[in-house]
């Protein structure tokens, strides 16, 4: 069976790998290039190339054979894909906010998911924390943007 893939989505794909190279407090340096040259399957300026995109959108895509917690964890993944596709304002202090309440989000759906199916307790007390602190930092950004962001 073919799946279509909205060009709103592959359009965000080709952006995303740029966002992700920054640091974010917490997460380390995940996604930063490698001292030799570009992540594998990056080409110049954080575009990904066709096939890596391809690949990844597959990954992402429910399959009959997941278990509970890779369906639910695909699940989250795509939210955050969709909900990450807000136009860009050209104010990058807006921009940054609007992007990353999404991404937090994401990362608070996922931290629910590992709190349902996690096994191990360290698992389970980081995905609490997570979802602790990603909370905080979207009230955050929210209340910014209110006080901030064009009417």
Sequence with gaps: MTRSIPTALILLMLALPAAAQSSHQGHGSHGAPAATGAPKGQTGAGAMSMESMQTMMKTMMPSPGD?????????????????????????????????MIPHHQGAIDMAKVALAHAKDETTKSLAAQIIKDQEREIAEMREWLSKNAPK
């Design 67 to 99: 278990a509970a917690s890779t369906k639910d964890f695909k699940s989250a993944d795509m939210k955050m894909m969709h909900d990450m596709a807000v136009p860009y304002t050209g104010n990058p202090d807006i921009d940054f906010r609007t992007k």
